[in-house]
């Protein structure tokens, strides 16, 4: 009888532990969940200083003080806070400048949206001035649908949108508004 009570306490044991065993099983995903948030970044970095490189070639070189990685999410991105400057180099390794208060670098799409207070320049110094511009990637395009004021060495234009590849030699100012000087 001893034996018996000692075998059913044993047996009692070990289906209980095995319980727990069982039972806490695929659960460190649901642990992980807990310590992060959705709308949290993966990731805060300091000093960013990125360059990319096409056959070689530097190609961009994107700087800014903070960046927060948010590769976690089905749609990612990551925000510069506190602003970034974008240099863009073409083959004959002449630089644009573009600057911005704050920007999200979509990965899926590829596409910089630059907010406050943008500047873009060229070499040659054209230089547009936008609350909002982006830049894709891909298609190394600028465009925006917001107003612009774009300076050259022979004007000053007005518009309520621009769209340009990157170096400005395909530079069109939308929606031109301001005066001008007509000759008949």
Not at 51 to 59: F, M, V
């Amino acid at each position: 009888m001893q034996k018996s009570n000692i075998h059913i306490i044993i047996n009692s044991v070990i289906a209980f532990a095995m319980t727990l065993f069982f039972s806490c099983k695929g659960k460190l995903d649901d642990v992980k969940k807990l310590n992060l948030s959705d709308n949290e970044p993966v990731g805060i970095s300091d000093s960013i200083n990125v360059k990319y490189t096409d056959s070689g070639r530097l190609a961009a070189n994107l700087v800014s003080p903070k960046m927060y990685d948010y590769s976690n999410l089905s749609f990612s991105y990551s925000e510069f806070p506190d602003g970034m400057v974008l240099y863009l180099y073409d083959k004959q390794n002449q630089q644009t400048t573009i600057i911005s208060d704050y920007a999200i670098v979509y990965n899926d799409t590829d596409l910089i949206d630059l907010r406050g207070n943008v500047i873009a320049a060229t070499p040659e110094l054209d230089t547009l001035y936008a609350d909002q511009l982006y830049y894709d990637q891909t298609k190394q395009w600028l465009f925006t649908n917001l107003p612009v004021t774009f300076r050259s060495k022979d004007y000053v234009t007005n518009g309520e949108g621009f769209d340009s590849d990157r170096d400005f030699t395909k530079a069109e100012v939308l929606g031109v508004t301001g005066q001008f000087a007509v000759t008949e």
